[in-house]
T-cell receptor, first 114, second 110 residues
Framework: RKEVEQDPGPFNVPEGATVAFNCTYS??????FFWYRQDCRKEPKLLMS???SGNEDGRFTAQLNRASQYISLLIRDSKLSDSATYLC???????????????FGQGTTLQVKP | NAGVTQTPKFQVLKTGQSMTLQCAQD?????MYWYRQDPGMGLRLIYY???????DKGEVPNGYNVSRLNKREFSLRLESAAPSQTSVYFC?????????FGPGTRLTVT
């Protein structure tokens, strides 16, 4: 089983649609969770951290379910500029053994169409 | 602030040649990382440096060496390039939890 699993997609949606991505992780001790965005042939960029209580940043909402080891990203009112690959990222280490290493999912591709 | 910078942006090598990829960050981060990204494989960690003066292997270290020259700089060396090392290489740095990436080096080995 992969440490971080995502549906690769692609998700093709019309502008204005709401789309949700899911991700599961295997290490129940994981402490930190993130969503990164990666545009074609560019570097990954931090989209948002994911907190236990869930968090929202404009049209983007991230949720964490520790019991199910599941992370989600919801994008409302999709824009053409949201077209990218979204990477689910987990830090599986904690405490004094935390070296900051992150485990990246393979990414989910989103294509927003006019 | 430049963030994380990488040189070169593109490189073509012949099998057996050597080269060093350079990375520098100006965010005063303690930790730095080297990844490679191949189609369908996602990002894979090659080496990392949790602090100045320390380096450790990641998931795919074979064929690579690294040097943490100082707090700002972390270089990746290919001693004898192989076609299997054709990839996009990203450097990243981290101060706390999240990592920040450089623009990448696209390397082709023929």
């Amino acid at each position: 089983r992969k440490e971080v699993e995502q549906d690769p997609g692609p998700f093709n949606v019309p502008e204005g649609a709401t789309v949700a991505f899911n991700c599961t992780y295997s290490n129940s001790a994981s402490q930190s969770f993130f969503w990164y965005r990666q545009d074609c042939r560019k570097e990954p960029k931090l989209l948002m951290s994911v907190y236990s209580s869930g968090n929202e940043d404009g049209r983007f909402t991230a949720q964490l379910n520790r019991a199910s080891q599941y992370i989600s990203l919801l994008i409302r009112d999709s824009k053409l500029s949201d077209s990218a690959t979204y990477l689910c990222v987990v830090n599986p280490e904690y405490g004094s053994s935390n070296t900051g290493k992150l485990i990246f999912g393979q990414g989910t591709t989103l294509q927003v169409k006019p | 602030n430049a963030g994380v910078t990488q040189t070169p942006k593109f490189q073509v090598l012949k099998t057996g040649q050597s080269m060093t990829l350079q990375c520098a960050q100006d965010m005063n981060h303690n930790s730095m990382y080297w990844y490679r990204q191949d189609p369908g494989m996602g990002l894979r960690l090659i080496y990392y440096s949790a602090s100045e003066g320390t380096t450790d292997k990641g998931e795919v270290p074979n064929g690579y060496n690294v040097s943490r020259l100082n707090k700002r700089e972390f270089s990746l060396r290919l001693e004898s390039a192989a076609p299997s090392q054709t990839s996009v290489y990203f450097c990243a740095s981290s101060g706390r939890a999240e990592q920040y990436f450089g623009p990448g080096t696209r390397l082709t080995v023929t």
